[in-house]
Nanobody
Framework: QVQLVESGGGSVQAGGSLRLSCAASGRTFSTFAMGWFRRTPGNERDFVSAISWLGYTRYEDSVKDRFTISRDNARNTVYLQMNSLKPEDTAVYYC?????????????????????WGQGTQVTVSS
């Protein structure tokens, strides 16, 4: 039903920047919340950021002043701009679809609230 494809990952030195993109299929993208999660080997996926259908955003505390989530509904794409990257940001980053349509509460920060997931894109930050 819904396909999500992440891109933009790569290797960067500490302090550098990357912009991740998530391209979504379908015609209902604009009515659903979207989120970014990340996973390191042996760990579960942890919340990074989310954006509601109206554009309200939330962030995990460790990235709040460094990352920015945004969406372009005309392109069915959600972005994660990552600045001042740290080695602890190294992970596989996943895009996921959250509640909808027209969900008006705070977007959840738990993976169980998201129903479709992309394949992930690797981000590696070296010191």
């Amino acid at each position: 039903q819904v396909q999500l494809v992440e891109s933009g990952g790569g290797s960067v030195q500490a302090g550098g920047s990357l912009r991740l993109s998530c391209a979504a299929s379908g015609r209902t993208f604009s009515t659903f919340a979207m989120g970014w999660f990340r996973r390191t080997p042996g760990n579960e996926r942890d919340f990074v950021s989310a954006i509601s259908w109206l554009g309200y955003t939330r962030y995990e505390d460790s990235v709040k002043d460094r990352f920015t989530i945004s969406r372009d509904n005309a392109r069915n794409t959600v972005y994660l701009q990552m600045n001042s990257l740290k080695p602890e940001d190294t992970a596989v980053y996943y895009c996921a679809r959250g509640p909808g349509p027209f969900y008006n509460n705070e977007v959840p920060a738990v993976s169980s609230a998201y129903d479709y997931w992309g394949q992930g894109t690797q981000v590696t930050v070296s010191s």
